[in-house]
């Protein structure tokens, strides 16, 4: 388990909105793709105030459950909903706090590693200022103070991952979705961006963390393993 101290020093509790968590769950989830079950009759709760791990082999359908569980993608079957309410589409899910960090960071790649950050922290009606001193916090958080007037598309691949995280983590969300968020990270940062993780959630959301990095999945509450569309919860 990350411990609060390790997420009290990165500095960055001060970003969390007050906003509680929202609960956030899948039921009966289903998605055809190419003519393939990807997910079949899946059902997931992500709990505020825990770090959940979806585990799984490579194909086993967790990037597809976390658009889905974000509004981003439709199912066929089933419903996702926050705190009982039915999740619509990727906006209205983005205006209920639900935040995803895809694979593949969804960055801009012609703009600097702080200007990612702010465009959605300004899009969503906070000052200019406060979303400055939260935008700094943030990159400060995943390391990233020195780089921020860099171009994206000058920084590392790990470099644009911790990006992608700080602009999730800026935006104080009530469900955070971050999908192998850890994949291109050596082993200090990936402590840092799971301590992040889970300050998140000891801050009170709820936090579904894609991973194939055993060591990720130990360091969270709860854990989901999907298998060619199946879900179990391990623990
Ligand atoms: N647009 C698509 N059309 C057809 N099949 C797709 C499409 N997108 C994904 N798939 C298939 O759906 C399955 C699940 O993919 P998904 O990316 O959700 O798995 P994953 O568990 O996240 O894999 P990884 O760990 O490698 O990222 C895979 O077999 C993939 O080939």
């Not at 780089?147 to 644009?160: D, K, N, P, W, Y």
């Not at 850890?182 to 799971?194: A, K, N, P, Y």
């Not at 889970?198 to 298998?227: I, K, N």
Request: aromatic fraction near 2%.
């Amino acid at each position: 388990m990350v411990t609060d101290s390790a997420y009290a020093d990165s500095g960055l509790e001060a970003l969390h909105s007050p906003r509680s968590g929202g609960w956030l769950a899948g039921a009966g989830l289903v998605v055809e793709l190419g003519g393939r079950r990807v997910l079949d009759d899946v059902s997931i709760d992500v709990e505020p105030g825990l770090l959940t791990a979806l585990t799984g082999p490579s194909g086993a359908g967790k990037s597809t459950l976390l658009w889905v569980l974000a509004g981003a993608a439709p199912a066929s079957g089933g419903s996702v909903t926050l705190d009982g309410a039915a999740v619509g589409d990727r906006t209205v899910a983005a205006r209920a706090g639900v935040v995803l960090v895809p694979q593949g960071n969804a960055l801009v790649a012609a703009l600097t590693a702080q200007e990612n950050v702010l465009v959605p922290l300004a899009a969503s009606g906070l000052s200019a200022a406060e979303s400055r001193a939260r935008g700094e916090s943030a990159l400060a958080a995943v390391g990233l103070s020195e780089a921020r007037t860099h171009l994206v598309e000058e920084l590392s691949g790990g470099q644009q991952q911790r990006v992608a995280v700080a602009r999730a983590l800026a935006a104080g969300p009530r469900v955070l979705l971050a999908d192998e968020p850890t994949s291109d990270l050596d082993g200090t940062t990936r402590e840092t961006i799971v301590a992040l993780l889970a300050g998140q959630a000891r801050a009170g959301a709820a936090v579904l963390m894609a991973t194939h990095d055993p060591w990720c999945a130990e360091q969270a509450d709860a854990e989901f393993h999907l298998d060619e569309g199946r879900i179990t919860r391990i623990r």
